[in-house]
């Protein structure tokens, strides 16, 4: 018979997959010997089986009941019992920690008998066991049945109202508490439509149930999606006896950093609340006090924390985040797991912890996330002589300006609409998650570091502010109220994320510290960060044999490119060249002339302006390859918009102008229109319609080299043939173009070290019939723009319109035009792979499509053995970093999903 339940004492913290990441450290813990409460796991296993098959799985029950009885003998205390009531919390575990699930029921247990055994217990505290019951209530009706959470929140305020004025949770008494449970329990069968549950083990069923169907509730999908989790894991239900901390001022509650999450510093960081739950600190009702304030509080239990932090630091090697609750001097942990962290953290950490010794240098370099490199080198706010209205807790860091939106809602509707948003909330709860992620920042006046929006917030790279207290929110007038100054709805603030300020207005931005470092900045260069980048991607290049390169089109660019590392360009498009007020008139004139004279006349003047293109991108690169491009759009797209000519045509005609200079060029554009242009005439085909137009740009290139060689220069030059699709078309090509070139290095007297022809593979065609193609072929370079346009038959143009609903109902597994879709795409690519080298040994392989520069499709390009990735300058380094993931064997960052 299957096994679906484990005691804390049977797992360990490679049991993920079965017991969830919370299941899998609370065993670990257990087993270290950790002031862990007593519990057990249900398995993620009696998940699936239960949403498959639509009911509890055969003996899951017999089996939870041994396991209650054995928690029930080790704590000495049965659940429901009228004078010693075991009480449990219920927890949802995922694999990956997932803010979008079921959360937490505390107190599970309690009814009205139970009730009064726990009053006694705790020493005829009526007023504490009323708390804990109407905590109970509450939790179990909003998670577990769906009551509208409002619901009890709108009792308790009522009750606290009828305190008088600013009254607090904490100064309801037990009698108030009394009448705030009858209520509870009203508004409870008000929506379910029966009775509170009495039984101990029916509410047990029912919580684990729920536990088990928020996998597939709408919250837990949207996180998967957006966090790419997969569907079909399922959730662990962690069953465990309570503690509590709010048993007075001697008991309280928190979380725990080992290091600065934000920053990344090796200092312990988090927050605290006396007399208090779990669940208060989370929701931010309570503004919390600085971790390092219990030091005060609570001499003992700090230390005894501290020294939990340390040993769990140590056994884990890297940064833990640790939930603990204190119950009237005695400190319990009641979670850990490797914590979430800042882009900007993970680099200071990784860095330090090598420093360490406690993790060698491939580990430090799996510590980071290539996909959140960029982010770094993102801005921040300039704050010179502006005022800030309030200031909150540096929740997320990184600065974001944009317009006030009050409702997540709304901030997706205009976020996806372009517009820039600010997100401001009292608090956030996983519903606002679709807004949180459409805006450029969040604002909340009430919660702590650990709040919701601020953990959200970090775990996407937005920046936030949070607990600005000094904001008054009026939601019904879209407004709100800070240091004497309304803002409204669509007024633009900026917020910091690195200081927590907030500031009326537009405020500039100005470049984030490793951009300053990067770009030679002395004391930026002094900085911890710059220093973890600087040795991290060392040993990035080390590592990697995958070489990076860019796609640039300008000296400017390639200069770019280089100082960030490129090794080379994999792509110049040449088609820019062709743009700008004189080249596309005579660009017109090639395209309009009628004879071999007037087609020549235009390369001559394209010719000159083109090689001195080439002068400054092969100087820029001299000593790395460079691979140009001949043209590859289609001709139209550098003449005028067909419709908006016609209509002129038609005016000036009306006015008896002479139009017949408009007439003739309308005329070629109607020639030239076609259906398809992308599957027109591009690419290799213009180049054997048009046999001079390559000519001219071979002679341009290679005229270009020689003036650098002459220079002292190392031009290394390769020259690449687009979207071809047969083996004659790159033979032909090459037999007329590999004379020209020929000639003028005779004529010259040169030799270039490096010169070679090859092709693009962007058709699947190609792919296919590589062997053919490869054997006319130095190198091949993979076009995946259009491999996957082709492949799937999707206009990269026009995927907008449906790859959000693509990816939402998971008909791909990501946009396939950012990240490589490895069943299709992919194995078009291992197809042509496979079969160019075995037709050509020497074959150079590369991939230019903007798939180059996204370290999922990074690390896939390194399993087929490519000799190069090729990417916008700004992404050099994120694919130096993926590359050298990749070859330590790392297929993603492991830190920011590690439960
Ligand atoms: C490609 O198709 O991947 C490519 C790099 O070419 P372009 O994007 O210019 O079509
Ligand atoms: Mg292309």
């Known amino acids: 018979m299957a096994k679906y339940v484990y005691d804390f004492s049977e797992g360990n913290r490679d049991m993920k997959d079965l017991l969830g990441g919370k299941g899998a450290n609370l065993a670990e813990m257990t087993n270290m010997g950790l002031p862990v409460p007593h519990g057990f796991t249900i398995s993620t296993a009696a998940c699936l089986t239960y949403l498959a098959e639509g009911g509890h799985p055969q003996g899951l029950m017999d089996e939870l009941e041994t396991h209650v009885q054995t928690l029930e003998t080790s704590m000495g205390k049965r659940l429901g019992d009228p004078s010693d009531p075991l009480l449990v919390s ?37 007023r504490f066991a009323n708390d804990a ?58 929506h379910t439509g029966s ?99 219990l030091e005060r509080i609570d001499p003992a239990s700090y230390a005894g924390l501290r020294q939990v932090m340390d040993t769990l630091e140590g056994h884990y090697a890297d940064m833990c985040d640790i939930e603990f609750t204190i119950e009237q001097g005695r400190l319990w942990i009641l979670q850990t797991r490797v914590g979430k962290r800042t882009a900007f953290g993970e680099w200071v950490m990784a860095y330090d912890m090598l420093q360490e010794g406690l993790i060698d ?105 949070c607990g600005a207290d000094a904001i008054k929110l009026n939601p019904a007038a879209k407004t709100f109220a800070a240091g004497g100054t309304t803002v409204r709805e669509g007024d633009v603030i900026t917020i910091d994320g690195f200081t927590g300020n907030v500031y009326v207005g537009e405020l500039p931005l100005r470049e984030s510290l490793l951009e300053k470092a990067r770009q030679g900045d002395a004391p930026a260069r002094e900085e911890t960060l710059w220093k973890a980048f600087a040795a991290l991607m060392d040993h990035a290049d080390v590592r990697r044999a995958l070489r990076v390169r860019a796609n640039a089109d300008t000296p400017d660019q390639s200069t770019n490119a280089r100082e960030r590392g490129a090794e080379g360009i994999g792509l110049c498009r040449t088609e820019h060249m062709f743009l700008g007020e004189e080249r596309v008139l005579s660009v017109r004139q090639m395209i309009f002339a009628e004879t071999a004279a007037e087609e020549q006349a ?23 390859p460079v691979t140009v491009r001949l043209l590859d759009p289609p001709l139209h797209e550098f003449l005028p918009d067909q419709v908006e000519l016609a209509v002129e045509v038609a005016l000036g005609k009306e006015r008896g102008e002479d139009m017949s200079e408009q007439e003739r060029v309308l005329q070629k554009v109607n020639e030239l229109h076609e259906m398809n242009p992308m599957l027109g005439l591009r690419g290799v085909r213009l180049g054997i319609v048009k046999p001079g137009l390559y000519a001219m740009q071979v002679r341009a290139i290679v005229e270009a080299a020689v003036r650098v060689k002459k220079d002292g220069g190392d031009p290394r030059v390769e020259i690449m043939i687009p979207l071809v699709a047969t083996a004659p078309e790159l033979q032909q090509m090459r037999a007329e173009l590999e004379p020209v070139a020929r000639e003028i290095l005779e004529r010259e007297g040169v030799e270039l070290d490096h010169l070679e022809w090859g092709t693009m593979i962007e058709l699947p065609r190609a792919a296919v019939t590589a062997r053919e193609i490869a054997r006319g072929a130095d190198f091949f370079s993979f076009g995946t723009n259009d491999l996957t346009q082709t492949a799937f038959g999707f206009s990269r143009d026009d995927i907008g319109k449906f790859v959000g609903l693509y990816e939402e109902r998971k008909l791909v597994p990501a946009n396939p035009f950012v990240t490589v879709d490895r069943p299709g795409v992919g194995r078009l690519m291992q197809i042509a792979v496979d079969e160019g080298r075995a037709a050509n040994p020497d074959l150079h392989l590369g991939i230019c499509g903007e798939h180059g520069g996204d370290p999922a499709s990074v690390v896939f390009c390194a399993e087929l053995g490519l000799d190069y990735v090729s990417c916008s300058p700004f992404r050099v380094e994120t694919a130096r970093l993926a590359a050298g993931q990749a070859a330590v064997g790392a297929a993603e960052t492991a830190s920011r999903k590690q439960g």
Request: charged share 25%; glycine share 12%.
């Open 361 to 465: 240098a491939d580990t430090a370099l799996v510590r980071v996330d290539a996909n959140r490199l960029e982010e770094l080198f993102k801005r921040r706010v300039d704050a010179e002589g502006a005022t800030a209205i309030a200031t909150g807790l540096n929740a997320s860091p990184g600065a974001a300006t944009g317009k006030v939106v009050f409702t997540a809602d709304e901030a997706q509707a205009q976020g996806q609409g372009g517009e820039r948003v600010i997100l401001v909330r009292r608090e956030t709860t996983p519903d606002d998650y679709h807004g949180m992620i459409a805006s450029q920042g969040i604002l909340t006046s009430a919660g702590g570091t650990n709040s919701h929006a601020a953990v959200v917030a970090r775990g996407e790279g937005i920046p936030a502010v």
């Open 602 to 624: 235009a390369y001559d003047v394209l010719l000159p302006l083109q090689r001195d293109d080439f002068v400054g991108i092969f100087t820029a690169m001299s000593g790395l």
């Open 195 to 293: 009775p509170f549950p009495t039984d101990p083990r029916e509410q047990m069923r029912l919580a684990v149930e729920a536990v088990f169907k928020s996998w597939n509730g709408k919250r837990a999908i949207d996180y998967r999606r957006q966090n790419k989790i997969s569907d079909d894991l399922g959730t662990a239900v962690n069953v465990q006896s309570m503690v509590f901390g709010n048993r007075g001022e001697d008991s309280g509650t928190g979380v725990a950093f080992t290091r600065d999450p934000s920053t990344g510093e090796k200092v312990p960081y988090g927050d605290y609340l006396a007399n208090a739950q779990g669940e208060d600190v989370v929701a931010g009702i309570r503004n919390t006090l600085p971790l390092a304030d």
């Open 90 to 126: 219920v927890r949802s575990g995922a694999k990956f920690s997932m803010p979008g699930m079921m959360d937490t029921v505390l107190n599970l247990g309690l009814n009205e008998e139970a009730l009064k055994g726990l009053a006694e217990r705790s020493g005829g505290d009526l």
């Open 133 to 190: 019951y109407r905590r109970f209530i509450q939790m179990f009706g909003k998670i577990v049945m769906d009551v509208p959470g409002d619901a009890f929140e709108e009792a308790l305020d009522h009750a606290k109202e009828a305190k008088g004025g600013g009254a607090s949770d904490t100064d309801l008494d037990a009698d108030d508490l009394r009448g705030v449970i009858g209520r509870f329990l009203e508004i409870y069968e008000e």
